[in-house]
T-cell receptor
Framework: DAGITQSPRHKVTETGTPVTLRCHQT?????MYWYRQDPGHGLRLIHY???????DKGEVSDGYSVSRSKTEDFLLTLESATSSQTSVYFC????????????FGPGTRLTVT | AQSVAQPEDQVNVAEGNPLTVKCTYS??????LFWYVQYPNRGLQFLLK??????LVKGSYGFEAEFNKSQTSFHLKKPSALVSDSALYFC?????????FGTGTRLQVFP
């Protein structure tokens, strides 16, 4: 999976608790992305980063925040998890420009009870 | 609004037969188009892309895609399907530096 790891791979948490997902890359790519995958919706962009400390919102950013303090790490935080955030979360990276193909991590399956 | 449509939730084909997975797009300007494949419990894998040039793009695992500007389509094709091609396929388009994905088409290749 192109030098991308995600942790944890599986997590079950309770409604109202904070959750942080980590994406780590070894490719030194500039762009990093967080998506969620839900049946019938394909993949939807949550947040993305175009450099250290440079982030922007995607299509479904409400209830999520991100941080990127190092090139290799991109964190996704659910401040107060809700059942609607039960999903599979994918991190992706791409190279010099956003028009290059993106490479995806293995995913994190999050269940909010 | 910018969008990608995959009109078929599932495509069934017999091994050895040609396959087509359909994709149409709606985006202003010249589109950058992509196909990705997802095997069970895995992340998406890049198959091929169209940026400019020849309308027939060749990619990984024997797949190819044909860009048709007049029909705003980018259908994925393979001359001879394999059982191992069974997976979920996503079409996507770049818009304002972000990928917009279709909802996916499940390809089932029967022996």
């Amino acid at each position: 999976d192109a030098g991308i790891t995600q942790s944890p791979r599986h997590k079950v948490t309770e409604t109202g608790t904070p959750v942080t997902l980590r994406c780590h890359q070894t490719e030194n790519h500039r762009y990093m992305y967080w998506y969620r995958q839900d049946p019938g919706h394909g993949l939807r962009l949550i947040h993305y980063s175009y450099g250290v400390k440079d982030t922007d919102k995607g299509e479904v950013s409400d209830g999520y925040s991100v941080s990127r303090s190092k090139t290799e790490d991109f964190l996704l935080t659910l401040e107060s998890a809700t059942s609607s955030q039960t999903s599979v979360y994918f991190c992706a990276i791409s190279g010099e420009t956003a028009s290059y193909e993106q490479y995806f991590g293995p995913g994190t399956r999050l269940t909010v009870t | 609004a910018q969008s990608v449509a995959q009109p078929e939730d599932q495509v069934n084909v017999a091994e050895g037969n040609p396959l087509t997975v359909k994709c149409t797009y709606s985006v202003s300007g010249n589109p950058y188009l992509f196909w990705y494949v997802q095997y069970p419990n895995r992340g998406l894998q890049f198959l091929l892309k169209y940026i400019t040039g020849d309308n027939l793009v060749k990619g990984s695992y024997g797949f190819e895609a044909e860009f048709n500007k007049s029909q705003t389509s980018f259908h994925l094709k393979k001359p001879s399907a394999l059982v191992s091609d069974s997976a979920l396929y996503f079409c996507a388009v770049i818009y304002t530096d972000k990928l917009i994905f279709g909802t996916g088409t499940r390809l089932q290749v029967f022996p």
